[in-house]
Each structure stands twice: as structure tokens, then as C-alpha cells.
């Protein structure tokens, strides 16, 4: 840069989506804050964390965008998908229709996203396996439909969401 440093920087924009109440604030706390709680204030809007990472002698500056509630508002959506780079698309496995709904999800998507965003398919709340409605090859089977990366994951006991970031940082870091 014009400092005269010869690290290179980015800046990537990671926005979540899917149903209300799958857990998109649960792992975008987790990856960044490295916590989880029961119950989050609702809030309106849109949230926007950062985090700065080091991958491969670079410096990363991600951007995480949360819907925090705006899922209603289509207006809000068209917003929230300008510029993104990455983009995870959550259901929850105890919850069948949050996987039927990823139908329009990916419509919402291929309408509103950057054509070349990278997307991957996450099952979050795999610590209630008691209560699953939808089963890990299920996931795999719609995850192989839409060609993109899958992961069941837990942000409350912290399964599989650093590893699914990582997944979505190698594949930006490939692409650009
Ligand atoms: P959002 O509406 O998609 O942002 O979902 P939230 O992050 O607000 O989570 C909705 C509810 O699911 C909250 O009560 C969370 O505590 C709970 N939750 C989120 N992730 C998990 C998880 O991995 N396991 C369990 N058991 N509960 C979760
Ligand atoms: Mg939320």
C-alpha cells in the first residue's frame, strides 16, 4: 500500500441468510466474539461486526452483515446483498421448514446477490440431536443440489463454525 508496507490487505464483505430464528446471530457471536447466549435482543436494522484475520501473509478485514430481523423487508435484503463476497445460507436442523425454505433463499439470492458470490449451506444447532427434524444426508443431498460446501454446525458448543469461516475464507482467497 502507499505506506510502503508489502502485506497486502482486502476487505470482504460475509453476509448471512435463512430463517428467523436459525441462528445467524448465534454464529456470527461465536465466530467473532467467541461466545454464545440463549437469548439475544431482538433488534432492527442491520448488524454489521468485523473481524480481522491473517491468512496466507495477508491481512483480511471481514465485514459480517446480520439481518438482525430485516428478513421481512425486501427492501432491507436488496441492501444487505450489495457488494457481498461470501455468504452463508443457515437452516436449523430441528426446524424442517427453515430446509424448505431454502428454496427461496437461493432464488432471493441468484434475484439480489453478485452472481459470483460464494456460498455455502450451513445446519446449524447440531447439539440437539434429540430434536433433529432433518437429517445430515438430507443436508448434503440439497447442499449437492445447489453445488456449494456443507457444514452442520454448532454455535452453541462451538462445532464446526470456525471451520466453515475458514472454509469460506479459502475459497474468497481462490477466487480473487
Ligand atoms: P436468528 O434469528 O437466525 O439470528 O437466530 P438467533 O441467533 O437469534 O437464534 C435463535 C434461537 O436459537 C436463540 O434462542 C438461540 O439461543 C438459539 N440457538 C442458536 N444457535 C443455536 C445452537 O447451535 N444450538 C442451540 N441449541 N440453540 C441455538
Ligand atoms: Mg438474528
Given at each position: 500500500g502507499s505506506s510502503g508496507s508489502r502485506q497486502e490487505h482486502s476487505t470482504w464483505k460475509i453476509i448471512v441468510v435463512g430463517d428467523m430464528s436459525t441462528g445467524k446471530t448465534s454464529i456470527i457471536?461465536?465466530?467473532?466474539d467467541g461466545h454464545f447466549?440463549?437469548?439475544y435482543k431482538p433488534s432492527?436494522?442491520?448488524d454489521l461486526k468485523k473481524k480481522i484475520i491473517n491468512y496466507e501473509n495477508k491481512t483480511i478485514f471481514l465485514?459480517?452483515?446480520?439481518?438482525a430481523g430485516t428478513e421481512k423487508y425486501q427492501s432491507l435484503i436488496q441492501l444487505y446483498y450489495r457488494g457481498a463476497i461470501g455468504l452463508f445460507i443457515v437452516y436449523d436442523i430441528t426446524n424442517l421448514n427453515s430446509l424448505h425454505n431454502l428454496e427461496f433463499w437461493m432464488k432471493n439470492i441468484d434475484d439480489f446477490a453478485p452472481s459470483n458470490v460464494v456460498r455455502i449451506l450451513i445446519g446449524n444447532k447440531c447439539d440437539l440431536e434429540s430434536n433433529r427434524k432433518?437429517?445430515?444426508e438430507e443436508g448434503q443431498l440439497v447442499a449437492q443440489h445447489f453445488g456449494i460446501p456443507f457444514f452442520e454446525v454448532s454455535s452453541k458448543n462451538n462445532l464446526n463454525v470456525d471451520d466453515s469461516f475458514m472454509k469460506m475464507v479459502s475459497?474468497?482467497?481462490e477466487m480473487e
Open positions: 457471536e461465536r465466530y467473532c447466549m440463549e437469548y432492527t436494522g442491520i465485514n459480517i452483515w446480520d439481518t432433518v437429517s445430515t475459497m474468497i482467497n
